[in-house]
């Protein structure tokens, strides 16, 4: 059997964050800890907490992803998406143990015509993805063992996200106009959880792939509006309202941040490296849906 390993979360009610404090108990101890004990922006703050803890390996759940909000607030963006993953990368180099960090499709300006593959030229559109690419480079720049996970459409039963939003409006509403035009893979925070457990049990085993940036989604693909179609069909299936649901370009909907079009990420580098593989984002929302009371 392994030793329990010692890990230290960064971010405590955020939804990758809940999911991983679920899949990663058995793992050890873990040092979970919300921006109240632990403030990425103040970057500099993190370097005593890291030494005193003496972690076995780094999880950063924590960022700043309110994405319209970031681009009339680029430092506070850049302090937590850029500058404290690059201190806790070289903390975590500084003790010879591994980082695990998250990235985002926002990286991406959504122009090429198939699904992004890591090695594709980021060009974010945004301030959000602008730091969270300042984040990655931040990360490499540190020399030390990482693992960037870039995933996209993050949704679960807590927080704030696109599942919830819809379940309340879908049943508030009788019509509701959802964009049609932006194409990615909503993927479950529960997903990517039971994947960073599975990336550390190699890891733990002696078995590790490559360090560095790594595509983490659910497979398959859809539009905000099909992911919407189904969390209504999921509604009516329970006898609840739903409202008429009717597809929309983005330039009808305009937002302070321009998102991708094309946000779908290439998952097949983790699959060949590391052994890991995610479920259809149907198969893995009927699955969140399930535990919701
Ligand atoms: N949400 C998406 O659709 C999406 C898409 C692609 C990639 N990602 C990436 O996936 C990762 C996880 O995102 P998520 O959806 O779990 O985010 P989330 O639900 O918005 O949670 C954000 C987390 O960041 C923490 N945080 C925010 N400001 C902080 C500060 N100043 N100091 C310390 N902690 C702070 C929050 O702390 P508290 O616990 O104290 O509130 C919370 O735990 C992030 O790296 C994100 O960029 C997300």
Request: aromatic share 6%; proline share 5%; hydrophobic share 40%.
């Amino acid at each position: 059997m392994n030793a329990p390993l010692r890990i230290l979360i960064s971010g405590q009610q955020g939804q990758v964050s809940q999911a991983l404090q679920q899949h990663l108990q058995n793992m050890g101890e873990l040092i979970v800890l919300g921006r109240d004990q632990l403030d990425l922006s103040q970057p500099e703050s993190i370097r005593p907490v890291v030494r005193d803890i003496k972690p076995d390996l780094i999880v950063n759940a924590a960022a700043h992803t309110a994405v319209d909000q970031a681009e009339s607030e680029p430092e506070l963006a850049f302090a937590i998406n850029a500058t404290s993953p690059g201190v806790f990368a070289e903390e975590a180099a500084a003790l010879g143990i591994p980082l695990v960090h998250y990235s985002t499709d926002y990286v991406f300006d959504g122009s090429k015509a198939g699904a992004w593959i890591e090695s594709d030229v980021p060009n974010p559109l945004g301030v959000y993805g602008s730091s969270k690419l300042a984040g990655e480079r931040a990360i490499a720049a540190a020399g030390g063992q990482h693992l960037i996970l870039r995933t996209s459409w993050v949704y679960s039963l807590t927080g704030r996200n696109f599942l919830l939003t819809m379940q309340r409006l879908l049943q508030e509403r009788e019509r509701l106009s959802i964009v049609a035009d932006q194409i990615g893979a909503p993927t479950w925070a529960g997903t990517i959880a039971a994947s960073t457990g599975a990336l550390i049990e190699r890891w733990r085993d002696g078995a590790a792939g490559a360090w560095g940036v790594y595509h983490l989604t659910a497979r398959g693909e859809t539009s905000w509006f099909g992911f919407a179609e189904a969390i209504g069909q999921q509604l009516i299936n329970s006898g609840k309202p739903c409202a008429v649901l009717e597809p929309i370009a983005s330039s009808a909907y305009p937002t302070p941040a321009a998102r991708p079009l094309n946000s779908r990420l290439d998952c097949s580098r983790l699959q060949c490296e590391w052994g890991v593989s995610q479920p259809d984002w149907h198969d893995a929302l009927l699955e969140c849906l399930a535990q919701q009371r």
